[in-house]
Nanobody
Framework: QVQLVESGGGLVQAGGSLRLSCAAS????????MGWFRQVPGKEREFVAG????????YYADSVKGRFTISRDNTKKAVYLQMNSLKPEDTAVYYC?????????????????WGQGTQVTVSS
C-alpha cells in the first residue's frame, strides 16, 4: 500500500506556472506507475499525465502536451507536475495516483491509490 499527499497548488494568472508535488510513503515507490489527474465540479476526473516506474516513459493528455511536464524522483519517493503557460481551463483540483501495471493508465478507476488533491486556480 502507498499513501500520497499533494502540495503546490494555488492561484496563478493565465500564462503563469506552478509546480505540483506528490509525496509518497509506504511500500517501495518505484513499484508504482504514477499519474496526475484533475477534476472540476460536475465533471469526471480526467487524466493529465503519467510516468512509468523508472521515469523513462511519460504520457500526456493532448490538452496539456507541450505545457506540462511530469517527473519523478524515486530516491525521494516523489512525483512532480511542472505546469507552464497555464490557462483558465486548467483550473481544477489536481490529484496524484498510483498503480502497479500499465493497463489503461488514463482511466481513473484503474488506480487504487489516491491523494487528497490540491486546488489549482488560473485567473484570466
Amino acid at each position: 500500500q502507498v499513501q500520497l499527499v499533494e502540495s503546490g497548488g494555488g492561484l496563478v494568472q493565465a500564462g503563469g506556472s506552478l509546480r505540483l508535488s506528490c509525496a509518497a510513503s509506504g511500500r517501495t515507490f518505484n513499484d508504482y506507475i504514477m499519474g496526475w489527474f484533475r477534476q472540476v465540479p460536475g465533471k469526471e476526473r480526467e487524466f493529465v499525465a503519467g510516468i512509468w516506474w523508472s521515469g523513462g516513459n511519460t504520457y500526456y493528455a493532448d490538452s496539456v502536451k507541450g505545457r506540462f511536464t511530469i517527473s519523478r524522483d524515486n530516491t525521494k519517493k516523489a512525483v512532480y507536475l511542472q505546469m507552464n503557460s497555464l490557462k483558465p481551463e486548467d483550473t481544477a483540483v489536481y490529484y496524484c495516483a498510483a498503480k502497479q501495471n500499465i493497463i489503461r493508465i488514463t482511466t481513473p478507476g484503474q488506480y487504487p491509490y489516491w491523494g487528497q488533491g490540491t486546488q489549482v486556480t488560473v485567473s484570466s
